[in-house]
């Protein structure tokens, strides 16, 4: 499995870097038909809480492409929601 992971306007840190591996290492060893996985990170104007944005996007064998795109405090907040919101995705697909 490839994945990239894209820091808009800063340096994503290395613990963030680790963070998000660990995320994705978990969730593409319970789905092994994910072939590449896209994680974007910015930070929206203005300046206040609520302002990290992170976007995944899965390309899963068999099917059409997964993505969540979730807003929170933190990154590694806004990672786990998408996660979230991805193995829902995955599982939903799963049953059909």
């Known amino acids: 499995m490839e994945l990239k992971i894209k820091a808009i306007h800063f340096d994503a840190t290395e613990k963030l870097q680790d963070f998000i591996e660990k995320k994705i290492d978990k969730l593409a060893r319970k789905h092994e038909e994910i072939s ?16 990290k944005e992170a976007s995944v996007k899965l390309q899963v064998s068999q099917r059409d492409d997964l993505f969540a795109n979730k807003t929170a405090d933190t990154f590694e907040e806004a990672v786990d929601l998408c996660v979230d919101a991805l193995k829902r995705q995955l599982e939903r697909g799963d049953k059909r």
Not at 40 to 48: D, G, M, N, S
């Open 36 to 51: 590449a996985v896209e994680v974007t990170l910015k930070v929206v104007k203005p300046e206040t809480a609520m302002n």
